[in-house]
């Protein structure tokens, strides 16, 4: 259950489609979320009119209605981190990606911080909520809706590395996600940074059971691909209902990659990072092939979700599927059905989703697979 809060402010509030400002009303009324990124609060938004202009004539005495609810995230402002998370909210546009409303900034009276206030969409929902709501009632999620959120967030992803950018913290908890629609949007951009090629960036990113096996060995010249092995362990929590990798530390972490994909190889980690002088679990820890393996791990998943997390869970980065690979994905042809329809959570009523409505932009990243993608199997 959300706490709740009570705070009603008047500001000048930027409107992010048409950067004009404008004076408004802001109430606060649950706290959704608090860690070390700072807070997050649901509130709902109304413009403010003064009343009168002076010659007693009421112009502008309009009465809105309150606009929402949103997600308001709060972080301290002026930090490369936090300018840079409201740069890429500004400059991104999809509809598997979480918008930015408005945004403000205002001095806290509890400890004189300025804080930057970035106005979001508000889902009521995330997939880790999911996995364990179906998790607890001893199943997981329906294969429509798991085909469908893994093909909203390959979209989002085949979007994003287009410009370059990186979440850098794909994890169940911060896709967020409407049952009733079956709809997905990925949020939390605090740690997302476009990466320039040959360029360094920390290898301490990405929440460590979904940080790719590059970073936990200290690769800091990376690619968009750390997202890519993000979403092959998504794909692989929503069937196993639980974390495919848990290590109790980064070095740790790696060995459980290796009960599952076999020892890493040394071009590996040379490539990764020649000056790695951690264990290299070099014994392998299973009997039979990795397609064995992984089989028996996934022993309950069909076979073509079993093959699309083979060309996603794979050491070497240049070898990840992309996210067109992906999309392309034979797992996703019931999708391109026009029978396909899917059953939200606590409805008898089917609904279809309308899921390649791709862009121009969409499409030219596609390049020569969008034909293939974009014709029906029925």
């Not at 700072?38 to 009168?52: I, M, P, S």
């Not at 590059?214 to 692989?236: F, M, N, R, S």
């Not at 890493?264 to 264990?279: L, Q």
Request: aromatic fraction near 12%; include cysteine; hydrophobic fraction near 35%.
């Amino acid at each position: 259950m959300q706490p709740t809060i009570s705070d009603e402010y008047i500001l000048e509030v930027v409107e992010n489609s048409t950067s004009a400002s404008n004076k408004m009303i802001v109430k606060e009324y649950n706290k959704i979320g608090e860690g070390a990124f700072g807070t997050v609060v649901e509130a709902v938004l109304k413009y403010h009119y003064n009343q009168g202009n002076g010659t007693g004539d009421n112009v502008n005495a309009i009465h809105e209605d309150w606009i929402g609810p949103f997600a308001i995230k709060r972080v301290p402002a002026q930090t490369e981190y936090k300018s840079r998370e409201l740069e890429i909210l500004r400059a991104v546009n999809h509809p598997n990606i979480i918008a930015l409303k408005y945004f403000f900034e205002r001095k806290s009276s509890r400890d004189g911080v300025i804080y930057q206030n970035l106005v979001m969409e508000c889902l009521p929902s995330n997939l880790q909520n999911e996995i364990k709501f179906y998790r607890q009632s001893k199943y997981t999620i329906p294969y429509p809706h798991m085909k469908a959120y893994t093909f909203q967030l390959a979209r989002a992803m085949l979007y994003l590395h287009g410009f370059g950018i990186s979440h850098r913290d794909i994890k169940p908890s911060n896709i967020l996600v409407d049952p009733s629609k079956v709809q997905l949007k990925i949020c939390d951009f605090g740690s997302a940074k476009k990466l320039e090629p040959n360029q360094p960036s920390v290898s301490y990113i990405c929440s460590r059971y979904y940080r790719a096996p590059e970073l936990i060995i200290g690769c800091q010249v990376y690619t968009t691909k750390i997202d890519i092995w993000g979403l092959g362990c998504v794909i692989a929590e929503m069937f196993l209902g639980k974390p495919v990798f848990q290590g109790k530390s980064p070095e740790l972490q790696l060995k459980e990659i290796s009960k599952l994909l076999g020892p890493p190889t040394n071009s590996f980690f040379f490539k990764s990072n020649p000056h790695y002088r951690g264990s290299m679990f070099q014994t392998k820890l299973f009997s039979g092939t990795v397609k064995e393996r992984f089989e028996q791990i996934f022993s309950n998943s069909p076979p073509d979700a079993i093959d699309l997390l083979l060309k996603i869970l794979v050491y070497e980065p240049d070898s990840r599927a992309s996210p067109a690979d992906v999309l392309n994905h034979p797992f996703f042809h019931e999708l391109k059905r026009k029978s396909f329809h899917v059953y939200p959570r606590g409805s008898n009523n089917s609904i279809s989703l309308n899921l390649f409505n791709f862009s121009n932009y969409e499409l030219e990243l596609l390049g020569p697979l969008k034909d293939e993608l974009l014709n029906s199997d029925d």
